[in-house]
């Protein structure tokens, strides 16, 4: 899937008893994708399956919050965060996602499992679309962006470190 997706200003709800999962290998390629996530997505499960997650990532996502999530998980831990996703439509759709490592039978990590669900409306309509501006805005300030990515993950973890919080603790307190 090479077509490029234009974002729109259209967002896509979901129902708040549903839940939207997805499986992937240590790439971050797709290896499962439940009916939920295909249906909200715009995809079929033959179309997500081996495909790398970011397909669904919107342009407004700050590298950095992916980078902090990618580092929790490949350290063994779970993460939970505020993800603006993009439909092949170009639509949107925020989620509140739990993302965690999975685990062979030799309690080696094999993959990620990720469960998203609806989340807090205050959060994705106040807070969080602020803060990833900002976020995003420190990166493209930057020519080359490892420096943008790094700048922005200071600030990021400055901003947990004023507040006294892990980011985890921040997004639950929303």
């Not at 997706?5 to 499986?23: A, L």
């Not at 290896?31 to 996530?37: E, G, P, Q, S």
């Not at 965060?81 to 080696?108: E, I």
């Not at 994705?124 to 020519?143: C, H, M, Q, T």
């Amino acid at each position: 899937m090479t077509k490029a997706i234009t974002p729109t200003q259209r967002e896509i709800f979901f129902d708040p008893d549903s839940f939207i999962v997805s499986k992937t290998d240590l790439k971050g390629r797709i290896t499962y994708a439940n009916r939920v996530f295909c249906e909200v997505a715009g995809y079929t499960e033959q179309e997500l399956i081996g495909q790398p997650h970011s397909l669904i990532r919107h342009p407004d996502m700050p590298r950095a919050v992916f980078k902090l999530l990618w580092d929790t998980i490949q350290d063994g831990r779970e993460v939970f965060a505020y993800v603006k996703n993009m439909a092949r439509s170009g639509d949107y759709y925020w989620v509140f996602a739990h993302v965690t490592p999975s685990y062979d039978r030799n309690l080696q990590v094999c993959g990620f499992h990720s469960s998203r669900r609806v989340p807090k409306r205050d959060a994705v309509e106040k807070i969080i679309p602020p803060f990833y501006a900002e976020l995003s805005r420190i990166e493209f300030s930057y020519r080359n962006a490892k420096e943008g990515l790094a700048a922005s993950q200071q600030h990021l973890m400055k901003t947990l470190a004023a507040s006294k919080v892990s980011y985890d603790e921040f997004v639950f307190s929303l």
